[in-house]
């Protein structure tokens, strides 16, 4: 095994080497059929890493995964992106979405975080996190990214809160795989701190009657 170190955790059986040459990019309608691909193996792989099954999923038809990386005009922020091999490979992706409620527009649901196993822990993950929140920074009026992540995912937890994402809330038994419950961690990072209000009534303004 070339040297490399290996650790075993729940989550991880590679070697941890160093980061393959690679290209992030937003995916276009091309990609749809590797990121397809690259996601129901990922589902099928890590059943309790995420809430979508890879039962359910395979389902899905490629027009699914096509309209997942070109979003329509009423979502013109979304994108997922993909890191590729230098072979051209897709090896991870990662996507994000702003609410589209006038309420919630000012946060976006990070989703869909894969790094084909045998190019994790070589900093592919990192990379894609990183493009995402420099992306999602830009977006007008976009103060938080949530995520959730399962409790017991201790790589991608590290991975989040690296980059600074706070665990707001567990949800206990948020999913069920076999006769398994798993909790998920819910997790925001916040572009600035922006002051908590101790009531739910609105702040009222001096200006107002
Ligand atoms: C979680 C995942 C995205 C991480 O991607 P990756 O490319 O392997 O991660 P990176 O190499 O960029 O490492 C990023 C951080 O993850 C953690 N990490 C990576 N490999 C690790 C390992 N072998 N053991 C423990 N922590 C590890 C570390 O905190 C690391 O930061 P560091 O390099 O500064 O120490 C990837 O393992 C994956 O796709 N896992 C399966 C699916 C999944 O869990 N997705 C997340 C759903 S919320």
Redesign the pocket.
Known sequence: MDGAAT?R?R??FVP?GPRPPMKIRQLVLDDAAPYHALRLR?LRI?PD??NSSYEEDSRKPLAWAERRIVPDAAAPHDFVLGAFADTGELI?SVGLAVESRLKQRHKALLFG???APEA???????ALLTACLERARAIPGLEQVN?S?TAT????R??YE?AGFVTFGVEERAIKVGAAYFAKAHMVLRFAAVPLRSSSKPERRDNEP
């Open positions: 650790v955790c989550y991880n941890i990922m890590f890493a995420f991870g975080m894969y790094v994790g822990s070589r900093g592919v993950g990192r995520l992540v995912n201790e790589r991608a590290r991975l690296s």
